[in-house]
């Protein structure tokens, strides 16, 4: 069985995500969080295979736990579930060192997947991270948006 930790500052979200993993009977949810600082003592604490790891989250945030989580459990896997593609949330993700990044607009079926592929060791990212990344190494991070054609 999977161990689980959820880092999830909206109780209702943190509440259905941990409802879905559970019922799968792959999941064993052992904390769910609402603040960065929570996510990196609960992970401490008890050590899990995934973390599933919202970025905009009070207490440090989603992107310093994350980094914090890997110092200290380098064999943690975390999944980056939130609202947001931006730029500056992705990079600075993979910079911290994130397995997988999806948007919270998946299906709870995609979500699963992703939890069940960042265990098994893959990365995964929603189809707009890829996109946005391989432009980003296309251009030699010159560019980040699509350049536009003339009119």
Do not use: N, W
């Not at 999830?8 to 559970?22: G, K, N, S, Y």
């Not at 003592?41 to 736990?65: F, K, Q, W, Y």
């Not at 060192?97 to 929603?126: M, N, P, W």
């Not at 707009?128 to 432009?135: D, F, L, M, N």
């Amino acid at each position: 069985m999977v161990r689980v930790l959820i880092a999830e500052d909206h109780p209702m979200f943190r509440d259905a995500l941990q409802a879905t993993l559970t019922l799968t009977g792959e999941f064993e949810v052992v904390a769910a969080v609402g603040t960065g600082e929570d996510a990196v003592t609960g992970a401490v604490g008890r050590t899990p295979d995934v973390v599933v790891m919202d970025l905009e989250m009070p207490g440090g945030g989603g992107v310093a736990a994350t980094a914090e989580i890997l110092r200290q459990l380098p064999a943690t896997r975390i999944l980056v579930l939130t609202s947001y593609d931006e730029d500056r949330l992705v990079y600075a993700a993979l910079r911290a060192g994130a397995h997988g990044y999806v948007l919270k607009s998946a299906t709870s079926e995609e979500i699963v997947r992703a939890v069940q592929t960042v265990a098994h060791g893959d990365g995964l990212f929603a189809g707009s991270v890829v996109e946005r990344i391989s432009r980003h190494l296309a251009t030699g991070g010159r560019a980040s948006v699509p350049p536009r054609s003339p009119s």
